[in-house]
């Protein structure tokens, strides 16, 4: 139960100290994600009470099924994007379809995670590189910037790619409103101020600590108020600037995702991507925020937590959540001990839902953009182009590739394509192993590259170490290159296959190794083995190879080294 239930665990050990810091940290991160809430559903094109609704019950489940202590679950700015792309393919924004096929999304991407949850699937996202992941965010980042240029401008603009975007907002510069332009300007550049500015001045002002982090994090709420303050008062929705309207003063109602097969079958695969995109950014942060502390996340249970927070959402007016990052560091930075601060932090919004909603009427949506626009802007990083560039050229083609076909293309393709280059690279490399000829290094036991060492070789004997375990990809590679050496040096009796980096060896390549084993036969020259690892011995003992083999299968290379040397004198006398 306990396995399932992390609540089980630290609910157990729950005192008055945790409690304290749970409610601060539920404060400031309650003042923070209600202007974020709203702004990710104005992103994911829903109306904006959907982005309040998605950030409670699912945090309350989270709470429960989670095992990270700092998590913080909700909306986020990529998934938003992506719920966007997705259903605005198959479905109108602005009608009851949207919102209904955006709780569908929901609910697949919910069953997916717990289905890989419970099957203890977690370790498909390593399929996700990091240069991929790393160009699909900053990717996303211009483009969900871009989607939000049409607010902060009052003009009218529609795409999902960076040509689509582009031209829709070049054929409407000349209906830009200036009152929202300088609305929207003037929030924006506040709030990349209170980032970097506002801190510093409350030090210098004297005050520090909580109070110092709790007016920082509510630099956008400063925005909201100021911006709604003075459209209501100048009566700027006359003049065209674009507001939310009314919130519905609500608890979270009880919805039901449609049951509609072609729905179905148009979502499938962009849910599993949101599902797999978002464990992916939710694992990543849960794991770094939990080393801090040397405590320990469950990467198969975080499926389940995740999947159940998207269930929640599902039936609860909301759209594809997972664990946002800014929110986490924040909740982790203000002392949050446990995913309680997380319950904490629904209630919060829930009274917020039920009591503060007719305030957000006059709330500029150049307002929510400029939220949105600072806060992925911070998720674009081209260096790791300069980086990948450095370190490894094919890194280098799966960042470039994942980036350009995001911006032209869309969220979808992009990470799909990243995901079929980083497989297509991995088997490309796979199947032309490093192998290197090796020697004795004098006077040890040591065997090094012939190539970069001074080493001793006997002219009867090649030891080739092969840097990669063996199977179908690469096994005729390894034959052609042992031919290939054989064939250019007539005196060599013994080939040595050392075996150190071999961590596996499939059915095709055991056949291989058969027929490279008969072939050298015929040649007069005898196959052995060094080095083997315990599991691969394992598996080749299972078969008739060792039976048939040649040579030997020795335990070290210096052994094996030494016993063909003296094998070779004794026939020379």
């Known amino acids: 139960m306990q396995r399932y239930f992390p609540i089980l665990d630290w609910g157990r050990t729950y005192n008055k100290t945790a409690l304290t810091n749970d409610l601060v940290a539920a404060v400031i991160v309650t003042i923070m994600l209600i202007p974020q809430s709203l702004a990710y559903a104005l992103l994911a094109g829903l109306p904006p009470e959907a982005g309040i609704y998605a950030s409670i019950v699912p945090i309350l489940l989270y709470s429960v099924f989670g095992t990270s202590r700092a998590l913080a679950v909700g909306p986020v700015a990529v998934v938003s994007l992506m719920t966007a792309a997705a259903i605005g393919n198959v479905v109108e924004q602005g009608t009851a379809g949207y919102a209904a096929a955006a709780l569908l999304l929901a609910f697949m991407s919910g069953l997916m995670l717990l289905g890989l949850g419970l099957l203890r699937l977690g370790f498909l996202a390593n399929f996700l590189s990091h240069p991929v992941i790393a160009g699909f965010i900053t990717a996303s980042g211009i483009l969900i910037a871009l989607t939000q240029v049409k607010h902060l401008l009052g003009i009218d603009a529609h795409g999902h790619s960076l040509p689509a975007l582009l031209g829709s907002l070049g054929a409407h510069l000349g209906e830009i409103n200036p009152i929202t332009l300088a609305l929207g300007v003037g929030a924006t550049g506040f709030l990349f101020w209170v980032r970097k500015g506002l801190k510093p ?108 927070a998207n269930i929640g959402a599902a039936f609860t007016g909301g759209y594809p959540v997972t664990g946002g990052f800014a929110r986490s560091v924040v909740n982790y930075d203000v002392g949050a001990e446990t995913p309680a601060a997380g319950a904490f932090t629904a209630v919060g919004l829930t009274i917020a839902a039920v009591a503060l909603t007719p305030l957000f ?34 890194d280098f083609a799966a960042v470039a590739v994942t980036i350009l076909i995001t911006l032209l293309a869309g969220v979808e393709t992009g990470v799909s ?80 296959l050392l075996c150190s980096a071999v961590n596996a060896i499939d059915f095709s390549a055991l056949e291989s190794l058969e027929a490279i084993d008969a072939r050298l036969s015929d040649m007069g020259i005898k196959l052995h083995l060094s080095e083997v690892k315990g599991p691969v011995m394992d598996k080749l003992e299972k078969s008739h190879f060792l039976d048939h083999l040649s040579g030997e299968v020795f335990l070290s290379q210096d052994r094996a080294i030494s016993a063909l040397a003296r094998s070779g004198k004794a026939a020379a006398e």
């Open 417 to 496: 394509a990243g995901v079929a280059l980083s497989i297509g690279l991995h088997l490309f490399h796979t199947s032309r192993p490093h192998v290197a000829e090796v020697g004795r290094v004098p006077g040890t036991e040591h065997f090094r590259n012939i190539h970069r060492h001074d080493v001793e070789c006997d002219p009867t004997i090649v030891t080739l170490r092969v840097d990669e375990s063996l199977y179908f990809a690469n096994a005729r590679f390894l034959e052609d290159y042992i031919y290939a050496r054989v064939a250019s040096a007539p005196e060599i009796r013994h080939v040595v």
């Open 201 to 308: 001045l409350l030090h210098r002002l004297g005050i520090r600590g909580i109070l110092a982090d709790i007016l920082t994090k509510a630099g956008p709420v400063a925005a909201v108020v100021v911006t709604t303050l003075l459209t209501a008062g100048f009566a700027l929705e006359s003049r065209g600037v674009a507001i939310i309207g009314e919130v519905p003063r609500a608890l979270p109602p009880l919805t039901f995702p449609p049951i509609d097969m072609a729905l179905i079958s148009e979502l499938f695969m962009p849910a599993l991507l949101i599902s797999i995109i978002g464990f992916v950014e939710s694992i990543s942060v849960a794991q770094t925020l939990a080393a801090k502390k040397r405590q320990r996340i469950d990467p198969d249970q975080e499926l389940i937590g995740l999947g159940a």
């Open 361 to 394: 009427y006059f709330l500029p949506k150049a307002t929510l953009a400029a939220t949105i626009v600072v806060a992925v802007l911070s998720l674009v990083d081209f260096s790791i182009l300069r980086k990948a560039w450095a370190y490894s050229k094919a």
